[in-house]
C-alpha cells in the first residue's frame, strides 16, 4: 500500500526526513523503543486480574505486535506493513497512550 509520506524519503539515502504529520517527527530508531513500551505495558497487564477482558485483549494484541518486530529483523517498514497501523510513529504514539492507559486501569482497579 503506498503512502504519501513515502514521497518524503531522502533519496540519496533512503531514510525517512518527515513523516508528514503535523507535530509528529521522525524517530531515529523505533523499533528497541516500541519493543521496550510493549513490553513495559505487557508487564502492567500482569498485574490486572486475568478474567479482565481488558488485560486479555490488550496482552494479545502487544504479543502478536512483539513478534511481528522480532520477526522483521530491524526493517522498519515492514513492521508498517505487516501491522498496518500507519507510519511507525504513529504505531509509537498509540504504544505509549496505551502504556499510560493500563497503568490507570490499574489505579481504578485498586
Known amino acids: 500500500m503506498f503512502r504519501c509520506s513515502r514521497v518524503l524519503l531522502n533519496a ?6 518527515s513523516t508528514g504529520i503535523t507535530g ?3 524517530h531515529p530508531d523505533p523499533l528497541p523503543v516500541l519493543t521496550q513500551t ?3 505495558t505487557l508487564s502492567v497487564l500482569s498485574q490486572i486480574p486475568a478474567e479482565s ?5 490488550t ?3 502487544l504479543k502478536q505486535r512483539v513478534a511481528i518486530i522480532e ?11 505487516e501491522m498496518d497501523a500507519g507510519q ?12 499510560t492507559l493500563a497503568g ?7
Open 24 to 26: 509528529l517527527a521522525v
Open 59 to 61: 496482552e494479545a494484541i
Open 71 to 81: 520477526k522483521a529483523n530491524g526493517d522498519v517498514e515492514a513492521v508498517e506493513r
Open 38 to 40: 510493549y513490553k513495559s
Open 12 to 17: 540519496v539515502r533512503g531514510t525517512k526526513v
Open 104 to 110: 490507570k486501569m490499574m489505579e481504578w482497579k485498586t
Open 88 to 99: 511507525i510513529e504513529q504505531v509509537l504514539q498509540v504504544a505509549k497512550d496505551e502504556q
Open 53 to 57: 477482558v481488558y488485560r486479555q485483549a
